[in-house]
């Protein structure tokens, strides 16, 4: 069964920086595009960055210049990289992947537990 486990969540001030790192295991063959959402008290869950095989990140308006996603694809990891952090970025960040598990097999959508960021200002 496939496990997403994220880590790198913590408290940060205004203006500071966290890394967040996500690690994929289980019945893998390869893995399309991976994935960071973020749930704020009371909001939905957004898209904050994708990105697809070895290519550059996508970024939702709010976070791009600020956040980098990048992944090692032979060692499925994906990592996101947050800079000049505002308290609105407060939130339950998680990490996704969309895993083939055999060759030509489907994609399937796997989650993260989630991990806390909190931005004081």
């Known amino acids: 069964q496939v496990q997403l486990v994220e880590s790198g969540g913590g408290l940060v001030q205004a203006g500071g920086s966290l890394r967040l790192s996500c690690a994929a295991s289980?019945?893998?063959?390869?893995?399309?595009?991976m994935f960071w959402h973020r749930q704020a008290p009371g909001k939905q869950r957004e898209l904050v960055a994708v990105?697809?095989?070895?290519?550059?990140?996508n970024y939702a308006d709010s976070v791009a210049g600020r956040f980098t996603i990048s992944r090692d694809n032979a060692k499925n990891t994906v990592t996101l990289q947050m800079n000049s952090l505002k308290p609105e970025d407060t939130a339950v960040y998680y990490c996704?992947?969309?895993?083939?598990?055999?060759?030509?097999?489907?994609?399937?959508?796997?989650w993260g537990q989630g991990t806390q960021v909190t931005v004081s200002s």
């Open positions: 996704a992947a969309d895993v083939i598990a055999v060759p030509g097999g489907r994609v399937s959508r796997y």
């Open positions: 289980g019945g893998i063959f390869s893995i399309n595009a």
């Open positions: 990105i697809v095989g070895s290519g550059k990140g």
